[in-house]
């Protein structure tokens, strides 16, 4: 059975910190790139990032590059998503799901977990 299985949000003051994690199972990992997409209440999902497993290969939207970092565990079968300089317009649920090459398109991604809330209060 595949899983991706995020974890790390939480509510945050502006300013501040969280790592986020997805592990994942049930599927070749080093074979697959893993994004980060995010929805914001009344908003549509965007993409943040992605890290491909295979090369390492990784991308950022604009508004986060420079404060986010996403990084990979070949071994634990984890992604990581360090988000720094937590802005409230982050504030989002915050999704990763797995897909043969970094895409922003969502439609692409083969796999989705099921979301971990991040609240960043001004």
């Known amino acids: 059975e595949v899983q991706l299985v995020e974890s790390g949000g939480g509510l945050v003051q502006a300013g501040g910190s969280l790592r986020l994690s997805c592990a994942a199972s049930?599927?070749?990992?080093?074979?697959?790139?893993i994004g980060w997409f995010r929805q914001a209440p009344g908003k549509e999902r965007e993409a943040v990032s992605c890290?491909?497993?295979?090369?390492?290969?990784?991308y950022y939207i604009d508004s986060v590059e420079g404060r986010f970092t996403i990084s990979g565990d070949n071994a634990k079968n984890t992604v990581y998503l360090q988000m720094t300089s937590l802005k409230p317009e982050d504030t989002a649920v915050y999704f990763c799901?797995?897909?043969?090459?970094?895409?922003?398109?969502?439609?692409?991604?083969?796999?989705w977990g099921q979301g971990t809330q991040v609240t960043v209060s001004s």
């Open positions: 890290i491909s497993m295979r090369d390492g290969y990784t």
């Open positions: 799901a797995a897909t043969n090459y970094c895409s922003g398109y969502g439609p692409e991604y083969e796999y």
């Open positions: 049930g599927f070749t990992f080093g074979d697959y790139a």
